[in-house]
């Protein structure tokens, strides 16, 4: 702590060593901050209120989120290098070449909307609906 004196026309500055803090300091001591290099003392007055709650709105859950991972073939997204001029790396994603198809469903006499790749895709045109989706154990049914 710095003091200024004067006495006449010479003025004198005393430096005083801040009293370390023996305890830890309770609640109404959080209204001031002492610094220990310069022991500038920053103090302000604390209403004496209860402690205020956070307003919280009601919980409204999610909306699942369509990942990108085709579920016919289980391709999904491919951790890769993207290289500059210099040969200066870094990561990337390559993702899945996902469509959103209306396939003919021959057993239920309807059209299917999925959301594959467009590996999925010839396969399905190769090997027919049914296979491909018993293979990867999808029920057509309740889409």
């Known amino acids: ?10 003025s004198v500055l005393r430096f005083h060593k ?33 402690p205020v ?22 391709k999904k997204a491919n951790r890769a290098n993207k290289v500059s001029f210099s040969n200066h790396k870094t990561k990337k994603l390559q ?3 996902l469509q959103y198809k ?5 057993a239920g006499k309807r059209y299917v909307k999925l959301r594959l790749s467009t590996k999925a895709l010839k396969t399905i045109e190769k090997n ?7 293979k990867a154990g999808i029920d057509l049914r309740k889409e």
């Open 18 to 50: 801040p009293e370390p803090l023996k305890t830890r300091p309770s609640l109404q001591l959080l209204g001031s901050v002492t610094s220990q290099l310069s022991g500038i003392k920053i103090s302000y007055n604390l209403p004496d209120m209860a």
């Open 102 to 106: 209306k396939v003919w469903w021959e």
């Open 95 to 97: 993702f899945v070449n």
């Open 53 to 74: 709650k956070p307003i919280s709105s009601p919980f409204t859950p999610l909306r699942p989120v369509a990942r990108r991972v085709c579920p016919f073939t289980g």
């Open 1 to 10: 702590m710095a003091t200024l004196a004067t006495l006449g026309s010479t």
């Open 128 to 134: 027919g609906l049914d296979a491909v989706a018993k």
